[in-house]
C-alpha cells in the first residue's frame, strides 16, 4: 500500500463548511456582538428536520472563548484545569506540523468555553414547541446537561441525591428586553437556576434566538447580538 504524505495546507478548514451551512437556515443567525472577554465564535451546533414538505425545523449555534483577563492572557485564572491525558494531548499536537486553523482550535483548549451558548431556532410551522418559552427551556436544559453534569448529579458521586430536575417552562418570565442588530425586543428569560442564566426573544424575519451562559461568568458577558452575515 503507497503511502500518501498530506501537507498540512491540504488539510481542509471544517469551519468552512460549517458557514455554508448557514446559508440554509430560512432566518437570519445571530452571534454575540464583539466583546473583550470573548473570541473565536464558532459554529458549534447544527441540526435540522425535515417531512414529506421539506424543511421542518432548524437550529445554529455558537461557541465562544470566554478570556477572563484579557490583559495577561495566559493568567492562570484564564485557563481551565487540565488533566494529563489532555495536557499530553496537547504537547503532542504542537510536536507535529499543523494548518493554522487547527493551531488556532487546539490553543482555544487551554481556555473555558461558552459551550453553545447562542442557538437561532427556526420551525416551519407555529406549534407548542416552537413558541419563545418552550425553545428558551430546551436550550437551557441542553446546555445543562452537557456543561453541568457533575454539579447537577448527572455522573460522579453527589451525595445520594438524585440528580437535578430539568427546567420547566414555569421558570420562564416576562418581559425583558434583548439588543438586536441595535432593536431593543420583547423577550423571555429564566433567572432561578444556580448554574446559568438564559434570555431569548422572536426574531422580526421569524426564528428564535436563545442565549444561555454560565452564572459565573454573567458579569463578563454583554447581552446583546448582530446577525450573523452570509
Do not use: C
Not at 192 to 217: F, K, M, Q, S
Request: charged fraction near 25%; aromatic fraction near 4%.
Amino acid at each position: 500500500m503507497e503511502h500518501v504524505e498530506v501537507s498540512p495546507e491540504d488539510i481542509p478548514d471544517p469551519r468552512v463548511e460549517w458557514r455554508q451551512k448557514l446559508r440554509e437556515m430560512p432566518v437570519q443567525v445571530l452571534t454575540l456582538v464583539p466583546q473583550r472577554h470573548l473570541e473565536s465564535a464558532m459554529p458549534s451546533g447544527y441540526e435540522q428536520g425535515q417531512d414529506g414538505r421539506g424543511l421542518r425545523e432548524m437550529h445554529v449555534s455558537f461557541t465562544y472563548t470566554l478570556i477572563r483577563d484579557p490583559d495577561n492572557r495566559m493568567a492562570p485564572g484564564n485557563l481551565v484545569e487540565m488533566d494529563d491525558d489532555m495536557r499530553r494531548s496537547l504537547e503532542e499536537a504542537s510536536a507535529h506540523p499543523r494548518p493554522d486553523w487547527l493551531v488556532e482550535m487546539t490553543e482555544q483548549m487551554r481556555f473555558p468555553q461558552l459551550w453553545e451558548a447562542v442557538r437561532t431556532t427556526w420551525h416551519r410551522d407555529p406549534s407548542e414547541e416552537a413558541s419563545l418559552a418552550a425553545v428558551l427551556v430546551q436550550h437551557a436544559n441542553h446546555v445543562l446537561r452537557n456543561t453541568f453534569r457533575i454539579e447537577r448529579g448527572l455522573e460522579g458521586v453527589a451525595g445520594g441525591l438524585p440528580p437535578a430536575p430539568d427546567i420547566r417552562e414555569r421558570a420562564v418570565q416576562r418581559p425583558i428586553s434583548l439588543m438586536v442588530d441595535g432593536l431593543e425586543l420583547d423577550g423571555a428569560f429564566i433567572d432561578t437556576d444556580p448554574h446559568i442564566y438564559a434570555i431569548g426573544t422572536e426574531l422580526p424575519t421569524g426564528g428564535i434566538v436563545t442565549v444561555v451562559v454560565p452564572r459565573d461568568e454573567l458579569p463578563l458577558i454583554t447581552l446583546e447580538l448582530e446577525t450573523v452575515p452570509r
